[in-house]
C-alpha cells in the first residue's frame, strides 16, 4: 500500500524519485515521504502542547502574553526555516522565508474578519482561543487540500499557472477599490446551513461546542462560531494558496511555509486585533504583494524564465509591506500645536 501510495506522490510531483538522477535539481535533496510524516508529527506536538499544556485554561489572554507568544511562533518558524536552508540549501530556504511572509502577512485580512465574527456573536475573549485553535485545524486540512489539488492541477496543466496570477491580481485589485470591511456573518452560507441541518442549543454552555440539552443532541452557538470562522478562512485560502505557488511550486515548501505561518496565527490575532484601526494602510500593502506575485506569475509563465530572483522577490514584498506601515505610522501623527517647536 505504501509502495502505491509512493508512486502516486512521485507522479504527482509531491515526492522525488530517488531512483532518477534528476531528482535532485542543481544538488537539492529530494522531499522523501517521512519528511511529510516527520514535518505532520512536528505540528501535532506543536498544537497538543499548545492546547493541553500552555493554553488548557480557558483566560482572557494579555497584550504581553500575546506578543510573546507571536515573538515565539516566529521564532519555530525561522528556525524550521534555518533547518531548511541547511538542508535544502538558500535558494529553498529563501523561497520558504518568502513564502511564509507572503501568508503572514496576507493572515492580517484574516484578523479582520475573526474580530468581526467574534463581536458579531458576542463571543468572550476568553473562549476566542479555543475557536481559533480549531479553525487552525480545519485551516491546515484545508490547505493541504488546496496544495495537493494544485500541484496535481500544475502537473497536468502547466498553463493554469497564468490564471492563478491573473486571479491574483483581480484579487488585489478587488480589495484596493472595495475592501473586506463588508463582511456579514449573518450571510455566510455554511452559517446558514448549519442552521437547517443542526439543533442549536438554546443556552450559553461556555466553551463547549456539543452539548446534550432537553434530551436532544445539539451544536452549541461557540460551535457555530467554528463554522463561520472555517469558513471565512476557505475564502482567503483561496487567495493564499496561489500566491505562495507564485513563489515557489515545490509543495513541501509551499506546505510548510503556509503551516508555518498560520499556526502563529492564533497569537497574532489577540496582538492585532485591537490595534488594526492604526494600520490603516496596510490593506493597500497587501494588495499590492497580491498584484506583485500575480504579475511575477503571469510574466513568468508567457516568458518562460524566471524575471525576479527569490531573493528580490523577498526584497520587493518587505519594501511594499513596510512602506504600507510606515504610511500608517506618520498617517496616524496627531498635527503639530500651534506655537509648538519641531524637533
Not at 58 to 74: A, G, H, K, N
Not at 136 to 153: E, S
Request: with cysteine; net charge negative; hydrophobic share 55%.
Amino acid at each position: 500500500m505504501s509502495e502505491i501510495f509512493s508512486a502516486h506522490c512521485v507522479a504527482t510531483g509531491l515526492l522525488a524519485d530517488v531512483t532518477d538522477p534528476a531528482a535532485t535539481i542543481a544538488g537539492e535533496p529530494a522531499v522523501l515521504i517521512w519528511h511529510w510524516l516527520a514535518f505532520g508529527l512536528f505540528v501535532v506536538v506543536l498544537l497538543v502542547l499548545d492546547l493541553f499544556i500552555f493554553h488548557r485554561d480557558s483566560r482572557d489572554p494579555t497584550l504581553r502574553e500575546s506578543t510573546v507568544w507571536t515573538l515565539i511562533w516566529c521564532a519555530v518558524a525561522l528556525a524550521f526555516n534555518g533547518l531548511v536552508w541547511i538542508w535544502r540549501g538558500p535558494e529553498i530556504g529563501i523561497q520558504f522565508l518568502t513564502g511564509y511572509l507572503v501568508e503572514w502577512s496576507l493572515s492580517m485580512d484574516n484578523v479582520f474578519v475573526f474580530a468581526v465574527i467574534f463581536n458579531y456573536f458576542g463571543v468572550p475573549l476568553k473562549y476566542q482561543y479555543r475557536v481559533l485553535f480549531w479553525g487552525i485545524i480545519g485551516a491546515v486540512v484545508m490547505r493541504l487540500t488546496f496544495i495537493l489539488l494544485g500541484v496535481a492541477l500544475l502537473q497536468q496543466f502547466s498553463w493554469i499557472l497564468w490564471i492563478f496570477g491573473a486571479f491574483l491580481i483581480y484579487t488585489g485589485i478587488k480589495l484596493a477599490l472595495h475592501g473586506d470591511s463588508d463582511f456579514n456573518p449573518e450571510n455566510d452560507l455554511t452559517m446558514r446551513a448549519a442552521k437547517r441541518v443542526f439543533r442549536i442549543a438554546k443556552e450559553n454552555h461556555r466553551e463547549r461546542f456539543f452539548v446534550v440539552e432537553n434530551g436532544l443532541h445539539c451544536i452549541t452557538p461557540l460551535f457555530l462560531v467554528l463554522l463561520v470562522v472555517d469558513s471565512a478562512d476557505l475564502i482567503f485560502a483561496v487567495d493564499s494558496v496561489p500566491a505562495i505557488f507564485g513563489v515557489t511550486q515545490d509543495p513541501f515548501t509551499v506546505f510548510t511555509s503556509d503551516v508555518c505561518a498560520i499556526l502563529g496565527l492564533r497569537a497574532l490575532y489577540f496582538l492585532l486585533a485591537g490595534v488594526m484601526d492604526l494600520f490603516h494602510y496596510l490593506n493597500y500593502g497587501l494588495c499590492a504583494v497580491l498584484i506583485f506575485v500575480g504579475v511575477k506569475m503571469v510574466a513568468e509563465f508567457w516568458l518562460d524564465d524566471h524575471l525576479v530572483h527569490p531573493g528580490g522577490s523577498l526584497a520587493i514584498i518587505l519594501l511594499l509591506l513596510g512602506i504600507s506601515i510606515l504610511a500608517s505610522i506618520f498617517a496616524k501623527r496627531p498635527p503639530p500645536v500651534a506655537g509648538e517647536k519641531s524637533g
